[in-house]
Nanobody, 115 residues
Framework: QVQLVESGGGLVQPGRSLRLACRAS????????MGWYRQAPGKERELVAR???????NYADSVKGRFTISRDNVLNTGYLQMNSLKPEDTAVYYC?????????WGQGIQVTVSS
């Protein structure tokens, strides 16, 4: 059974940082493209950042320079370091693990940026 479990979300003030983690089980994590998506109320789910099996990364324009995606294939865990958070970063964040044959999602975790 495949599971992706996110952790590290919560309430934070603008300008502060959070680090999200996504622990994978039941899959060969190093063979997946791992991504973070988010969905704000009333909006569609959007890609935040993605890291390929070889380590190549790409980011949404809105988070470039502030967020960093990384992965640890030994721990089967992906990370999203979020710095200089803004109120518009408030959303439910989802971990995704993709291969050509399968597409897996975590349950989502709330991130709220507010003073």
């Amino acid at each position: 059974q495949v599971q992706l479990v996110e952790s590290g979300g919560g309430l934070v003030q603008p300008g502060r940082s959070l680090r999200l983690a996504c622990r994978a089980s039941g899959i060969i994590f190093r063979n997946t493209v791992m991504g973070w998506y988010r969905q704000a109320p009333g909006k569609e789910r959007e890609l935040v950042a993605r890291i390929e099996t070889g380590g190549i990364t790409n980011y949404a324009d809105s988070v470039k320079g502030r967020f960093t995606i990384s992965r640890d294939n030994v721990l089967n865990t992906g990370y999203l370091q979020m710095n200089s958070l803004k109120p518009e970063d408030t959303a439910v964040y989802y971990c995704n693990a993709w291969t050509y044959l399968n597409n897996y999602w975590g349950q989502g975790i709330q991130v709220t940026v507010s003073s």
